[in-house]
C-alpha cells in the first residue's frame, strides 16, 4: 500500500464545543494529573527509599507507577492544552507518536499486571505477546494513507479515529484490531482472573490472619486489572466504529484511572503506608536541620 500523506495534520473535535464546559474540564483535569504525577511519584520514591519493600511485587508496583504517569502524559498534557484553544491541532507525526507511545505504554501496563498477579502466586511465567502484537498493529496505521478529511472527533490519536480518515479500505485493518488487540485483551483479563482465582483457593489453607492480608493484596490488583481491562475490552472488542460513549470511556482509562493507582495500592497497603511515613519523617527531619 503506497504511502499517501496530503494531510499534514489533524484537527480534534475535543470533548465539547461549549467553551464554560472545556474551561470547567481543564481545572479538573490539570488536578487529577498533577494528583497523579505526584501520586506515582511517590510511590517511585518510596519503593526506591525503604528497604522493607525489597520484594519484586514492589518493585513491579515502582515500575507501574512509572509507567502510569508515561502514560498519561503521553495525552493529558495536549488534552489540556487544547481545552484552553479554539483551534485545536496536531501534526502527523506528532499524531502518530502519541498513537505509539499510547499503545507502548498500555502493553507495558499490561505485562506488569500480569507479572504481579503471577508474582503473588510465587510463579514466573512466560510475558503476555502483547507488545509485539500491537506494533504490528501500529505499523500497519502507519501505512495507511490519509489524503483528507482530517478532523478527528475525539481528543487524542487512537486507531479507530484514524481509520475512519484513511482514504483507503480499512476493513481488513479493523478485523485484524478486533481479533488480535481485543481478543487479547479478553484472554489477558480472563488469565489474570483466573490466577486470581487459584490464588483465593489456595488461602483456604492459611490462618485468618493471612487470609486476611492476601485478600487485602489481591484485592487491590485485581480492582486495578477490572479498570484497567474492562474499558480496553469495550473500546477495541467491537467493529471499528466509534460511539458517543468512547470519549466518557476514555477519559476514564486516560485520565482517572492512572491516579487510582496510587490510591489503590497505597491506602490498601499497610507496608506501604508505614514505609511513606518513614519517608516523610526522615524529609521532615532533614529538612529541619
Known amino acids: 500500500m503506497a504511502n499517501t500523506y496530503n494531510v499534514t495534520e489533524f484537527i480534534f473535535l475535543g470533548l465539547s464545543p461549549n467553551q464554560d464546559v ?25 519503593v526506591l527509599t525503604s ?35 479554539v483551534r485545536k491541532t496536531i501534526p502527523l507525526w506528532g499524531c502518530l507518536a502519541q498513537f505509539f507511545f499510547m499503545h507502548f505504554f498500555a502493553g507495558t501496563e499490561i505485562f506488569l499486571l500480569t507479572v504481579m498477579a503471577y508474582d503473588r502466586y510465587v510463579a514466573i511465567c512466560k510475558p503476555l505477546n502483547y507488545t509485539t502484537i500491537m506494533n504490528q498493529q501500529i505499523l500497519l496505521v502507519f501505512q495507511l494513507p490519509f489524503c483528507g478529511p482530517n478532523v478527528i472527533d475525539h481528543y487524542f490519536c487512537d486507531v479507530l479515529p484514524l481509520l475512519q480518515l484513511a482514504c483507503s ?37 492459611r490462618s485468618s490472619e493471612g487470609r486476611r492480608k492476601a485478600l487485602s493484596t489481591c484485592g487491590s490488583h485485581i480492582t486495578m486489572v477490572m479498570l484497567f481491562f474492562v474499558p480496553c475490552v469495550f473500546i477495541y472488542l467491537r467493529p471499528s466504529t466509534t460511539l458517543p460513549a468512547d470519549k466518557m470511556v476514555a477519559v476514564f482509562y486516560t485520565v482517572v484511572t492512572p491516579l487510582l493507582n496510587p490510591v489503590i495500592y497505597s491506602l490498601r497497603n499497610a507496608e506501604v ?17
Open 169 to 205: 479500505d480499512t476493513l481488513l485493518i479493523g478485523l485484524l484490531i478486533v481479533a488480535n488487540g481485543g481478543t487479547l485483551s479478553v484472554i489477558s483479563f480472563l488469565v489474570l482472573l483466573v490466577s486470581y482465582v487459584v490464588i483465593l483457593l489456595h488461602l483456604r489453607t
Open 22 to 46: 472545556q474551561r470547567v474540564c481543564f481545572v479538573i483535569f490539570l488536578l487529577l494529573y498533577m494528583a497523579t504525577v505526584l501520586g506515582n511519584s511517590l510511590i517511585v520514591l518510596t
Open 51 to 85: 528497604r522493607s519493600l525489597g520484594s519484586p511485587m514492589y518493585f513491579f508496583l515502582s515500575y507501574l507507577s512509572f509507567v502510569e504517569i508515561c502514560y498519561s502524559s503521553t495525552i493529558v498534557p495536549k488534552l489540556l492544552s487544547d481545552l484552553l484553544t
Open 273 to 289: 503506608k508505614k514505609a511513606m511515613k518513614r519517608l516523610w519523617t526522615r524529609t521532615m527531619k532533614l529538612g529541619g536541620t
